[in-house]
């Protein structure tokens, strides 16, 4: 779906604060790009999108916790069509070395090291044949001590979604709390039946300088699509690190229900689930159940995404 141009003002205080943000992230794009010289016209500023999303997340194991996380790709076409900036809140354990699940806009309560950074960034993505992409990026997280990251990545992709995709996927990465220079490699298994399902497998293990042995994970993925902007999305997980004191630190399901509400770019999502998980030696295992809400408002874009993002 294309970005959408510049709106004129409305009355309703929804539209109006959304309206208001877009055009805060796709002028603050234009205004680095011209840092470099650009004589681009206002639109080519406006292909600039993210989404906010506020949550209220509970469970027996982590207790209450409210999140928000956001993301903004700011478009530099003075620099380079390939090139592009970003901003966001988001986990760098996901992020930076990929060693634990992506857990979407919002937070995964589950995680290892659910612990959330602002970081900015600028990205660089090249296809370079049938089925193969370069990416790179460098950034630094919005805090102190100085910790910058830097990672390379190769993508290959092999076959077609109605009869099954192959993903392959290494990174190599250095930040400094990731445990210095690492790798990651990561093997993803899709496949459409019909329309509305989607069936994923994802198999991934990372080592660094200073890592617990080799952190690895595993999720089955089912995405339900239903008309009318609606989805369900039904993961189950399983992770660990080959050296840590628990070697398996968590395995658990988890549901969410997902549906734009008021408007095309706002989306209400409720989640539950349970899962089993133990970080010390000295506790037992049990199991902890999880229920959630969040909201999800897209700006520069209509597009809905049916991937949960309170995983």
Request: hydrophobic share 40%.
């Amino acid at each position: 779906m294309p970005a959408e141009s510049t709106l004129p003002a409305r009355s309703n205080w929804l539209d109006a604060s959304r309206d208001l943000l877009y055009s805060a992230v796709w002028r603050s794009a234009m205004k680095v790009d011209r840092w470099f010289g650009s004589i681009e016209p206002d639109v080519a500023y406006t292909q600039a999108s993210g989404s906010i999303a506020p949550a209220v997340l509970w469970s027996q194991y982590h207790g209450l916790q409210t999140e928000l996380r956001f993301h903004a790709d700011l478009p530099l076409p003075e620099l380079n069509d390939e090139l592009h900036a970003f901003i966001g809140r988001l986990n760098p354990t996901e992020f930076v070395a990929e060693s634990q699940p992506e857990s979407g806009q919002l937070p995964n309560p589950f995680a290892p090291s659910p612990q959330d950074q602002t970081i900015f960034g600028i990205q660089f993505s090249k296809p370079t044949g049938p089925g193969v992409r370069l990416d790179a990026g460098i950034g630094v997280p919005l805090s102190w001590p100085f910790n910058p990251y830097g990672k390379v990545g190769y993508l290959y992709a092999l076959g077609e979604p109605q009869s099954g995709v192959l993903f392959w996927r290494q990174d190599v990465f250095y930040q400094n709390s990731q445990g210095g220079f690492g790798v990651t490699n990561r093997i993803d298994l899709q496949r459409l039946f019909g329309q509305y399902l989607l069936l994923g497998w994802t198999a991934s293990t990372t080592v660094a300088q200073r890592s617990a042995g080799f952190a690895s994970y595993s999720t089955l993925d089912a995405v339900v699509a239903f008309p009318n902007r609606r989805a369900i999305d039904i993961e189950a997980e399983i992770d660990g690190s080959s050296r840590a004191p628990v070697p398996l630190h968590d395995y658990g399901v988890k549901v969410a229900y997902r549906r734009s509400i008021l408007r095309d770019w706002l989306v209400l999502e409720i989640r539950t689930g349970v899962d089993y998980p133990k970080d010390y030696v000295w506790q037992r295992r049990a199991p902890s159940l999880g229920i959630g809400a969040g909201l999800e408002m897209y700006f520069g874009t209509y597009e809905f995404q049916a991937r949960a993002v309170t995983f």
